[in-house]
């Protein structure tokens, strides 16, 4: 070793959390909206969504009628933006942002409400990929619905036959956004001071498991909806749906 | 287990503040009853490693040895708890000690948690009866308020609830949910509820109560059993009520 004293190596030590910032900033308001958000307006929509969509199995003819009702409302485009796009965009950001700033330590604490808070940011994360995908590929680019109604069956099941692989996204998708929403109900509830309660909580959670499986099964059903509209050759079908 | 007559440690220690981390372990003789805090007595009266190497002993912090005073906390087996309590007969060998990971280390086990002070302060954690005169006997308080307020009031600022809560950390500088339950308790009380208003305001500041993602390790770990996501939920709701209330009001 060196005879000669060297200067110690500067210590880095480490600060901790930071006590509570009380009066500053703006975080409650934006965690409270992100909050909010999740129910109203996207879990409503969701909800809609799931049901409207339930129309695909009966046939090109009811689900298109679907399309043609949404497409009809007044002032469509504000709502689709305001009620729908920009409030996901909002919630799924600021998720990815809280999910980023959070420990998840599921692994040292293996308990229930821990791996839900864990499953929370997975599946909305998940929810989150398959959104961008299914608005860019149904409403952002191909045939535009608002004008072309009639060709919404068709647009979806062009999609999804022969194509297992987009099939299965949208399988994860729709579970994911239930779980995500499901749970979100529970979080929402106990975080705004509406089940207090030990007793109150444990019930929630048998109600959003049933809010949950019911909302997976009517995806699946929607999604088996199309998948099951087997016609003779794809070719036929297209002609057929288109007019 | 090995050997069923000798106990196995591995303790990280960290000679100071800044310094390196490093593990060391120790091997004694089993003793009935015995816990992780006796066993760190027990290194202290001959501090020498598994390998026979001579050793300084264990800073760790310790008082009640009954699971009141708080000091105690420490990761063991990874995981939050108090080391007087903590029954070495119950545990996986080898025994893994380890500091808080999100509070500064002073010395080996022992660190700074003075952040939950500095949150109690925060919020006034108090019933403000400074005066200068006699204030007289205080208003009665009911059976079921009691009843409520009771188990809060065992909080021992141990943090092991903060340890164990993803969402208490350096990038959100979250409260944690022991100071949260003591706004319900001071705003449970009587005379304490003269600043309920300031202390639902400030648990709405940036690190406040909306950082809590209801993990719910907090009400897991704690040693006292405090009913804190039942804490967080009522704590919650009136800080809901009161901000949307002020829209209005101011
Ligand atoms: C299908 C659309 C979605 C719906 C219906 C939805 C709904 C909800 C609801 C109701 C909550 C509970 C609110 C709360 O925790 O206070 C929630 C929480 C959350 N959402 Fe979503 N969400 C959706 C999409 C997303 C996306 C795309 C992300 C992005 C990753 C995301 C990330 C989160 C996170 C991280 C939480 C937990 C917040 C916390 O623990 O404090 N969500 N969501
Ligand atoms: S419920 Fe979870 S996130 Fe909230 S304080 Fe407790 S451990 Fe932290
Ligand atoms: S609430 Fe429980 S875990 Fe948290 S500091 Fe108090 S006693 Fe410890
Ligand atoms: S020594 Fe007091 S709680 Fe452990």
Redesign the pocket.
Known sequence: MAATASPPAPISVKSGVAPLRAGQGYSFLLRRLHSLSGIVPIGAFLVEHYVSNTEAMKGPAAYNATVKFLNSLPFVLSLEWGLIFLPILYHGLYGVWIWYRGEGNAGDYPWMGNWMYTLQRWTGGIAFAYIIYHTWTMRFTGVHLATEPDAGFDKVYRALYGHPWVVLFYFVGVLAASWHFAYGIWLFCAKWGITTGELARRRLGYVCLVIGLGMAGIGVYSLTGFLSYLAPTPGSTVTLLRH | MANPKTVLFKIKRQAAPGAQPHWEEFELAWKPGMNVTSSLMEIAANPVTRAGKATTPITYDSNCLEEVC?SCAMLINGRARMACSALVDQLDQPIRLEPFSKFPVIRDLAVDRSV?FENLKQVKAWVPIDGTYDLGSGPRMTMEDQEAAYPLSR????????EACPQFNESTGFVG??TI?QVRLFNTHPTGAALKRERLAALMGDGGIQECGYAQN?VE????D?P?TRSIAEVGGEVMKQAIGDLFRK
């Open positions: 708080g939950l909080c021992i600022s141990c943090c092991c609830c903060m949910a022991a339950s907090c770990v704690c040693p006292k405090i804190l």
